[in-house]
């Protein structure tokens, strides 16, 4: 089922978690088609692909890959997502310096070698304000992106 032109249900609630029941309600649907209209924002925007790794999880997968219950993911408004040829700094620098709704943009275990990933999330309800914040995770904690 689609949910926007680039990304289905089936992309947004993947995990390799096959063994565990990953079926979002009503609700994290209608999230998940705000989280997908989102992206598609996003992908204008950077002009590339996008490559989704985790988005909805239940509360199940979200244990399982050690996440806290506040985490969005498990709401449907949130998405962990690659693109091809960016690095998640300049993923993460295009999202700040855009005029797009963002609740959340966070690097992740990026390194200065590779790697990494970049967490995307809008507000937890259609009618929240987006906070609009940048931050970094990593081995070294939280803190916010310079």
Known sequence: ???????????????????LENIPNETEIKNLYRLAEFLEQVRDLLARPILVSSAFRSKAVNDAVG???TSQHRLGCAADIRVIGMTPDEVVRAIIDSDLPYDQ????FATPTGGGWTH???PNTPVAVARGQALIID????RAFA
């Open 1 to 19: 089922m689609n949910l926007s032109p680039n990304f289905t249900l089936a992309e947004l609630t993947h995990t390799d978690h096959r063994d």
């Open 120 to 122: 995307v999330s809008i």
């Open 139 to 142: 081995k070294s904690g939280t």
């Open 105 to 108: 943009v966070i690097r992740e």
């Open 67 to 69: 996440s806290k219950d």
